[in-house]
C-alpha cells in the first residue's frame, strides 16, 4: 500500500475527553536514539526516514521521553520536525518527565522487573538502569529524578532545548512518585501548562488508586488534570482491564497503550526471537512466562494466515477493537515493518476472532509499575462471621440456633459480630439477635456490622438472585440495590428489618454489600450519610468491590462532607490475594480498615491437600470452586501451611490466620465456622485485644499475636501464588 492511501486510511480522534486529536496510531521512539544506550535501538540518520515515513502515512502523533537514549531520542525528533519541516499547529508532539526511582513490593502485583527502570537522563549514554537515589546522588545527580516541583520544571525546559520547541502538546508523567506529595506533582504539572511549557498533561503506568488520587486533587482544586494514561496493554498482558480502564472511563481520560504487540512478540511465531527479544528483560518477562501466552499467540498466527494478514495486524486490530482505546503506540526498527503495521488500521476483526483471541488469557502480575481505618471504633482482632448460622433450607451446611452457642464462646475474645440481611434471608440476623438478648451481651461493648444491597427472600430456599428482572419478576420491585429510591424503599427499609431482626436500635456499621451499578454514587452516599444521622448505624463500610469504584464512593463522601467508609470486607487469604494490587494501597490511601472475609479460603486452608473437599460445604459451595482454578499452586501452599503448622505445634488454622494478621493494613480477619472446636482452635491463634479497625494501631498490638511466623515463614507461604481472576465482586 503506497504512502498516500496510507495516508487517507489514517484516522484522528480526540484523546479522551480533550480537545486535542490525534492519530489512530502513534508513533514511539523509545527505539531512536543511541546505541550504546541499547543495541537495538535505530540510530538518528534512520530515525528521521522513519518518522519522515510515519508522519507521509498520516501518523501526527509522536511519543517520546527525556530518558530515552537520555535525551536523545527527543533531540532526533526535534531535528526530524526541523529537517521536514513538520507543521508544528498539526503535530502532536508527547513527552515524559523522569520516572522516579523503583520500588520492589512482595506481592502478586509486583514482578522484580521494576529494578530495571531507568531514574535519571544520564550524561553518556551507557548511564542507565541506576537503581536508587543514593547511587544517582553519588554521581550528580541530586534533584534531577521524581516527580519534585523543582526537576519537572528543569526537565521540561531541557526538553524543549533537545526538542527545539517552545512547547510540547502533552507532558506525561512517566511513572508515579512514592517520594512526592501528589499535591506538590499536581500543583508543578499546572503551572507548567500555565506557563505554555505544555498544552496538556498525561500520566504512564500507575495503579488505578494512584491515578485516581491524582486525577481527584487535580479537579477538586481546580488544577488541570491528565487527558491522557499511556499503560501497559495488548493480547499478552490484560490485566489493565480490572481497574484502570473503567477509571479512564469514569473520568473520560484517553487510552494510548504502549507495547500493543508485546515488544513484539505477537508479531511473529512463538518459537522465533529478535535482538531486542534476547537483550530487554522486560521482553522476556512479558512474553514467554506463560502457557497462555504460546497459546494466543498461536491463535494470532491462525488467525493472520486464514485472512492473509500479518501477525502484527492481528495483535494490533485486537487493540484498535477496544472502545476503551485511544491510540495505541507502535515502536519500529525497520521500515519494512512499518508499511505493514500501519495495514492493521484495515483489519477488522469479527466477535468470533476476538473471542478466540481473548480466551486462553490468564491473570497475571503486573508488569509496567514500580511498587478499620482512622475511625475511634475498636474492634476485636478475630470478628465471627455468621453466615454460617441460618437455616438448612438456604443451605444444608448451616447451623440453627446452636450458632448461639458458638457467639458465646465467642466471647473468649471475640466481641465483633458481623452478619447481613441476605444471610438464610434474614435469620442469621435474628439468631444474633437472640444471642445478644439470651446472653446479655453488653451493647455498648459489642459491634455488630451488617450488611444491605441483595434481596432478604420471602422463603429460605430463594437465594443468590442477581438479575434484577429475575428479582422484580418475583415481586422484589426496590428491595434490591443502593438507590436513593430503592434507598427510601431499600436502604433505609432494609436498615429498619435489619434492626427489628436483631432487636436493636443501632448497628455500629452498616456495610453495602456490593457496588450497585444502576444506581448514582451521589445517591447511595447521600443516602448512607442519612442513615447515620439518623441514628440507625453509627459507622458505614463497604465490601467486595473494585478499588476505582471504592475510590469513586470515598472522594465523593468526602469531598462533600458526607460519612466516608471506615472498612473494607474483602476477599483476602493465602490462597487469594488479587487485593494486594489496588485495594491495599486505596486503603492505606484513606486510612480505611480492612477486615477480610473468607481468610481461611472457605476452610482449604484448614486441613492437608488429601482432604481438599472433603466437607459438606466445600462440595456444595459455588465459591469453593473457584480456587479449583489455580490448585496446583494452591497444593504448594496448603502444603507449607501443613508443614509450619506441624513444625510449630499448632493447627493450620492458626498459622492461615497468622499469616493474615501479619499483613500490614489488615485490621480483623472474619472467620466463619460450624464447629465449635474450630472455634476455639481459632481464637487460639490471638490474645484477646480489641483494636482500632485500621493499619495504624496494628503495629501497636503486633507482639499481642499468639502465633508470630517468621519472615523466611511468610516468605515460604507466600512464594507459590500465582496471579489470578477476580473473585468475590460484582
Not at 435 to 440: G, R, V
Not at 557 to 584: D, G
Amino acid at each position: 500500500m503506497s504512502a498516500e492511501e496510507n495516508k487517507k486510511n489514517m484516522t484522528y480522534v480526540r484523546l479522551g475527553n480533550s480537545g486535542l486529536k490525534v492519530s489512530r496510531l502513534i508513533l514511539g521512539l523509545m527505539s531512536y536514539g543511541t546505541k550504546g544506550w541499547a543495541p537495538w535501538v535505530v540510530e538518528k540518520e534512520e530515525a528521521i526516514k522513519h518518522i519522515k515515513t510515519a508522519y507521509d502515512a498520516g501518523i501526527q502523533t509522536f511519543d517520546t521521553a527525556n530518558v530515552y537514549s537520555n535525551g536523545e531520542s527527543e533531540r532526533i525528533l526535534g531535528e526530524a520536525i526541523r529537517q521536514l519541516k513538520l507543521p508544528r499547529d498539526e503535530i502532536v508532539v508527547m513527552t515524559k518527565v523522569c520516572t522516579p526511582f523503583p520500588r520492589l513490593l512482595n506481592s502478586p502485583g509486583s514482578t522484580g522487573l521494576s529494578q530495571q527502570l531507568w531514574g535519571v537522563v544520564g550524561r553518556t549514554p551507557g548511564e542507565s538502569y541506576m537503581r536508587d537515589p543514593a547511587a544517582a546522588d553519588a554521581y550528580g545527580y541530586v534533584n534531577q529524578y521524581g516527580l519534585g516541583r523543582k526537576h519537572i520544571f528543569e526537565s521540561i525546559k531541557h526538553s524543549l532545548e533537545r526538542l527545539q520547541l517552545e512547547y510540547v502538546d502533552v507532558l506525561q508523567c512517566h511513572r508515579f512518585d512514592y517520594d512526592t506529595p501528589i499535591e506538590e506533582t499536581m500543583q508543578a504539572l499546572h503551572d507548567v501548562v500555565k506557563a505554555g511549557y505544555a498544552r496538556y498533561i498525561g500520566m504512564s503506568s500507575c495503579h488505578a488508586y494512584q491515578f485516581h488520587a491524582m486525577q481527584n486533587y487535580a479537579i477538586n482544586n481546580k488544577l488541570t488534570p491528565f487527558i491522557s494514561m499511556q499503560n501497559h496493554y495488548n493480547l499478552l498482558y490484560r490485566e489493565e482491564e480490572r481497574e484502570m480502564v473503567p477509571t479512564l472511563k469514569m473520568f473520560g481520560v484517553g487510552m494510548i497503550p504502549w507495547s500493543p504487540l508485546s515488544r513484539g512478540a505477537l508479531a511473529r511465531p512463538f518459537s522465533e526471537s529478535t535482538l531486542r527479544s534476547q537483550g530487554d528483560p522486560m521482553a522476556a518477562l512479558m512474553n514467554k512466562t506463560r502457557e497462555s501466552n504460546k497459546e494466543i499467540i498461536t491463535r494470532v498466527e491462525q488467525i493472520a494466515k486464514a485472512r492473509n494478514v500479518s501477525m502484527a495486524q492481528v495483535g494490533l486490530a485486537w487493540v484498535l477493537s477496544k472502545d476503551h482505546t485511544s491510540a495505541p503506540i507502535i515502536g519500529i526498527t525497520n521500515l519494512e515493518n512499518f508499511q505493514d503495521t500501519i495495514g492493521a488500521l484495515q483489519v477488522k476483526l469479527t466477535e468470533e476472532e476476538i473471542k478466540q483471541l481473548e480466551e486462553p488469557y490468564g491473570p497475571r502480575g503486573i508488569v509496567g509499575h514500580i511498587r478499620l481505618g482512622n475511625s475511634g471504633l475498636k474492634v476485636s482482632r478475630i470478628i465471627l462471621g455468621l453466615m454460617s448460622y441460618g437455616s438448612k433450607e438456604w443451605d444444608e451446611w448451616l447451623l440453627g440456633e446452636e450458632g448461639i452457642r458458638h457467639i458465646k464462646r465467642a466471647q473468649l475474645g471475640i466481641q465483633t459480630f458481623d452478619t447481613a440481611n441476605i444471610y438464610s434471608n434474614g435469620e442469621s440476623e435474628r439468631i444474633l439477635g437472640k444471642a445478644i438478648k439470651q446472653l446479655n451481651l453488653p451493647r455498648d461493648e459489642i459491634v455488630v456490622i451488617t450488611k444491605v444491597y441483595g434481596v432478604v427472600a420471602r422463603t429460605p430456599a430463594e437465594r443468590y438472585m442477581t438479575r434484577m428482572a429475575e428479582v422484580e419478576a418475583r415481586g422484589y420491585v426496590n428491595q434490591s440495590g443502593l438507590s436513593r429510591k430503592i434507598g427510601s424503599c431499600h436502604i433505609f427499609e432494609s436498615i429498619k428489618h435489619s434492626l427489628e431482626r436483631l432487636q436493636l436500635e443501632y448497628v455500629d456499621v452498616l456495610q453495602c454489600h456490593r457496588f450497585d451499578y444502576n444506581t448514582p454514587i451521589e445517591e447511595t452516599m447521600q443516602a448512607l450519610h442519612d442513615v447515620v444521622k439518623a441514628g440507625y448505624a453509627r459507622y458505614i463500610g463497604m465490601s467486595s468491590c473494585y478499588a476505582y469504584q471504592f475510590h469513586a464512593m470515598q472522594n465523593y463522601a468526602i469531598n462533600n462532607k458526607l460519612t466516608p467508609f471506615i472498612s473494607m470486607q474483602n476477599h483476602y487469604s493465602l490462597l487469594y490475594r488479587e487485593e494486594e494490587r489496588e485495594m491495599v494501597p486505596t486503603l492505606k490511601m484513606f486510612g480505611v480498615g480492612m477486615i477480610p472475609r473468607s481468610a481461611l479460603a472457605r476452610g482449604i486452608l484448614t486441613r492437608p491437600v488429601s482432604q481438599y473437599k472433603t466437607t459438606a460445604r466445600s462440595q456444595n459451595d459455588p465459591w469453593a470452586k473457584n480456587y479449583d482454578k489455580t490448585k496446583e499452586a494452591n497444593d504448594k501452599i496448603v502444603s507449607s501451611v501443613e508443614a509450619i503448622a506441624k513444625s510449630k505445634g499448632i493447627s493450620m488454622a492458626q498459622v492461615a490466620i497468622a499469616w493474615c494478621l501479619s499483613k500490614d493494613g489488615m485490621a480483623a480477619p472474619i472467620i466463619g465456622t460450624t464447629k465449635l472446636e474450630n472455634l476455639e482452635d481459632i481464637i487460639g491463634s490471638c490474645v484477646p485485644l480489641v483494636v482500632h479497625p485500621g493499619y495504624v494501631d496494628i503495629w501497636l498490638w503486633a507482639d499481642g499475636i499468639h502465633v508470630k511466623l517468621t519472615e523466611d515463614e511468610i516468605e515460604r507461604l507466600g512464594e507459590p501464588y500465582i496471579p489470578q481472576g477476580i473473585v468475590g465482586h460484582a
